[in-house]
């Protein structure tokens, strides 16, 4: 049998007792993510980078697919949590690369006056998967291998070549 989508383990957390996510009902749209440890999200100050909260899982899905990231509904409320890029979007080719497996984290700013913990096995956040859409003129031929990406464009597009020229005259 092929595998079309889902959650593994990441490398590292294979013995980290984590949870895969799970629908609670047949028609909830999302998957229920769990943190992989106890992280401290400290109150916010300026210039301050995200929290990155471990899951200990990785996704794999069709090449036209991708994994969306929400915040838990409640977490802004109660917690004061928010995502700094407000959806987290995990890409197809994001799977197993070199950098970290394809490891998915959750990026938390904490907007209360005091510091919160999230504790192992807590509910974070939901991933939905999504088909997506691409342009007709879509020229986009390279696949990401963790931060390095793999170019494999035989020409320059024109469109590229024309920026070059008007960042050069107004630079």
């Known amino acids: 049998m092929d595998k079309k989508r889902g959650f593994e383990i990441a ?16 028609y909830s749209a999302g998957y229920d993510v769990e ?7 400290p109150a916010f100050k300026r210039g301050q980078k995200p929290t ?18 929400y ?9 004061g949590l928010i995502l700094a890029n407000s959806i987290g ?5 994001y799977y197993g690369n070199t950098d970290n497996d394809g490891h998915i984290m ?9 510091d919160i913990q999230i504790k192992k096995g807590e509910r974070i956040g ?11 003129n879509d020229i986009a031929t390279r696949r990401k291998n963790g ?4 170019n494999k464009l035989k020409k320059t597009p024109s469109y590229v070549k024309s920026m070059r020229v008007f960042f050069k005259k107004t630079i």
Do not use: C
């Open 11 to 26: 490398k590292g957390f294979e013995e980290a007792g984590i949870n895969l996510p799970v629908r609670k009902t047949k």
């Open 35 to 41: 943190a992989a440890e106890d992280t401290i999200i």
């Open 52 to 69: 990155l909260v471990k899951t200990g899982i990785k996704a794999f899905m069709e090449d036209d697919e991708m994994l969306l990231l």
């Open 71 to 79: 915040n838990r509904s409640s977490n802004p409320g109660k917690k």
């Open 89 to 93: 979007v995990v890409d197809s080719d």
């Open 106 to 114: 959750y990026a938390f700013y904490n907007v209360k006056e005091e």
């Open 126 to 136: 939901q991933a939905i998967f999504q088909k997506y859409l691409v342009a007709d």
């Open 147 to 150: 931060r390095i990406w793999i």
